[in-house]
């Protein structure tokens, strides 16, 4: 099983990043999968997900607006989408697939940094 994520960078505040998280060695469209971030001193916060049904996703209201998730079933691939981002938005970003017996698996994680 292995989930990478990859897209992460520093960017300037109101800009914008696409994190993508490649699944493989499992059937990615029976799980429902999320983004988490954990900032330094922080924990681990979920920011979004979007069930293995499809559907509209869920996002945390720090987000909300300005985050955009998405999943392509035939790449098995999740995205991430973020614009207008903020300082309060650096951490490791996790994607994280979740299966219907809470069975997790977690990629490695990938830095996003804002400042100017």
């Known amino acids: 099983v292995q989930l990478v994520e990859s897209g992460g960078g520093l960017v300037q505040p109101g800009g914008s990043l696409r994190l993508s998280c490649a699944a493989s060695g499992f059937t990615f469209s029976s799980y429902d999968m999320r983004w988490h971030r954990q900032a330094p001193g922080k924990d681990r916060e979920l920011v979004a997900s979007?069930?293995?049904?499809?559907?509209?996703?869920n996002y945390a209201d720090s987000v909300k607006g300005r985050f955009t998730m998405s999943r392509d079933n035939v790449k098995s691939t999740v995205y991430l989408e973020m614009n207008s981002l903020k300082s309060e938005d650096t951490a490791v970003y996790y994607c994280?697939?979740?299966?219907?017996?809470?069975?997790?698996?977690w990629g490695q994680g990938t830095q996003v940094t804002i400042s100017s």
């Open positions: 979007i069930s293995r049904f499809g559907g509209l996703p």
């Open positions: 994280n697939a979740r299966g219907i017996f809470r069975n997790d698996y």
